[in-house]
């Protein structure tokens, strides 16, 4: 008979590896598919800040924000016992830069706005500023800083919580692309996958098998691709956004702590490389850094701390943000019975993935509503359009 799992899991980065990983705990038998290698999309290019401050036109999240950040020490505490493994969270707290004429008024805005929200900061006097970061260039006009942020190293935590999963239960299986959720009176009975099998008399050539797995739920996590999923388009438009990355050598002068002004940031890690970030280029799907993008994040590195124009360039890269029409994310149960999202994390997923997956799991195994995902309900974008679906649908 075929198996039928209590939950698959559509996308194995940050969001769908911790989901994995609180469903696993909460005894679901739990499948995870990826169309590639899992943690190899957004979840491998991100900077990793670790940053509940509110962006400009990102304020409906700082609540998940605050308590995603709330929850990261344990987060990080589970999957590292879990996978036996070092997940390399350091909670550091970061420095805002301020580099217009009119540097000190804007910091000392960007400060009433993070106390309004409860966020740790304090304005610096750029004598201090320096002390604590001494490359910063002549260009920082006010500095600021954030005690409440954090930072991981993206690749490794996602790789850490895959194994954490990967320990505790959950069956991962990469090269599976799920092309359809298969939907029977208005059930969410699984999903359609399809995979490249060896032919065994040809080492050469492989065929592709589609089949159907069957599942009580079904949660697409699957990224800036949610949308191509059939069944899934209406509850998760998602869009790419490309951001443009670069790890710099080490140099005498490199930050400590994580920088931002207004035109990008660097992160320092471990191993004294400081990766660089980024640009935001809407709906472009090829994942290669360009000269134009490099340029710029170049240009706000080395004016943020001049020495790093000496350093080793080690590597550029670009990754896909997993965005949605009014740029929030998309979690939460669907009205198709069984199927929920969890995507659109746009700049964010690294930090909302512990919340994400708690309030999710919560939802999908106990049904217990959580407020914290309420303002992102996969409903809202089929509500606005007055799309009305069909009460049997099988994809
Ligand atoms: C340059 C850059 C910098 C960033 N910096 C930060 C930061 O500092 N802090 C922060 O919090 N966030 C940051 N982000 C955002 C963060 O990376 C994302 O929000 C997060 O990684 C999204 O995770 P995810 O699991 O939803 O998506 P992904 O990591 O993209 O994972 C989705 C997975 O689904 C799989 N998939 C897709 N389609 C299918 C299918 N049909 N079937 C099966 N599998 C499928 C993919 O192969 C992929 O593995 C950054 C992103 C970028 C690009």
């Given amino acids: 008979m075929m198996q039928r799992y209590d939950t698959i899991i559509v996308g194995g980065g940050i969001i769908g590896a911790s989901l994995a990983f609180e469903l696993v705990h909460a005894k679901q038998s739990v499948l995870l598919l990826d169309r590639q290698e899992p943690g190899r999309e957004a979840s491998w290019a991100a900077a990793g800040t670790i940053s509940p401050a509110p962006d400009p036109g990102s304020l409906a999240i700082v609540p998940?924000?605050?308590?995603?950040?709330?929850?990261?020490?344990?987060?990080?505490?589970?999957?590292?016992?879990?996978?036996?493994?070092?997940?390399?969270?350091?909670?550091?707290?970061?420095?805002?830069?301020?580099?217009?004429?009119?540097?000190?008024?804007?910091?000392?805005?960007?400060?009433?706005?993070?106390?309004?929200?409860?966020?740790?900061?304090?304005?610096?006097?750029?004598?201090?500023?320096?002390?604590?970061?001494?490359?910063?260039?002549?260009?920082?006009?006010?500095?600021?800083?954030?005690?409440?942020?954090?930072?991981?190293?993206?690749?490794?935590?996602?790789?850490?919580?895959?194994?954490?999963?990967?320990?505790?239960?959950?069956?991962?299986?990469?090269?599976?692309?799920?092309?359809?959720?298969?939907?029977?009176?208005?059930?969410?009975?699984?999903?359609?996958?399809?995979?490249?099998?060896?032919?065994?008399?040809?080492?050469?050539?492989?065929?592709?098998?589609?089949?159907?797995?069957?599942?009580?739920?079904?949660?697409?996590?699957?990224?800036?691709?949610?949308?191509?999923?059939?069944?899934?388009?209406?509850?998760?438009?998602?869009?790419?956004?490309?951001?443009?990355m670069v790890a710099l050598g080490p140099v005498p002068g490199a930050p400590h702590t994580i920088l931002r002004c207004e035109h990008g940031y660097m992160a320092p890690r471990e191993d004294g490389r400081v990766v660089v970030g980024s640009t935001l280029e809407p709906g472009i799907t090829q994942k290669h850094p360009t000269p134009a993008g490099l340029r710029k994040i170049l240009r706000a590195a080395t004016e943020m701390v001049p020495a790093l124009g000496e350093a080793a360039v080690l590597e550029a890269w670009a990754g896909l943000r997993p965005d949605s029409l009014d740029h929030l994310p998309i979690i939460g149960p669907t009205d198709v019975q069984g199927l929920f999202i969890a995507t659109g994390h746009y700049r964010n997923g690294m930090l909302l993935a512990p919340a994400t997956a708690k309030y999710l799991s919560e939802w999908i195994v106990q049904g217990k509503i959580s407020n914290y995902l309420a303002p992102f309900s996969p409903l809202r974008f089929a509500n606005a359009r007055g799309v009305t679906r069909g009460a049997t649908r099988s994809h």
Wanted: aromatic share 4%; charged share 25%; proline share 4%.
């Fill in 64 to 244: 998940l924000g605050l308590e995603s950040f709330r929850l990261y020490p344990e987060f990080i505490a589970a999957i590292e016992q879990a996978s036996r493994m070092c997940a390399g969270f350091h909670a550091n707290g970061a420095m805002e830069l301020f580099l217009e004429p009119q540097g000190e008024g804007e910091r000392d805005s960007r400060l009433r706005e993070l106390s309004s929200h409860d966020i740790r900061a304090e304005a610096l006097s750029l004598e201090e500023a320096r002390r604590r970061e001494p490359g910063l260039g002549p260009a920082v006009r006010a500095a600021l800083w954030i005690a409440d942020e954090a930072d991981v190293d993206p690749r490794v935590v996602t790789g850490v919580a895959l194994a954490a999963a990967a320990n505790a239960g959950v069956e991962i299986r990469g090269d599976s692309e799920v092309q359809a959720v298969v939907v029977e009176n208005a059930r969410c009975e699984g999903v359609l996958a399809v995979h490249a099998k060896g032919i065994p008399t040809d080492s050469h050539r492989k065929v592709q098998i589609s089949e159907k797995i069957a599942a009580r739920n079904v949660v697409i996590a699957a990224g800036w691709r949610c949308a191509e999923i059939a069944g899934v388009e209406s509850f998760a438009p998602t869009l790419p956004v490309r951001g443009q």
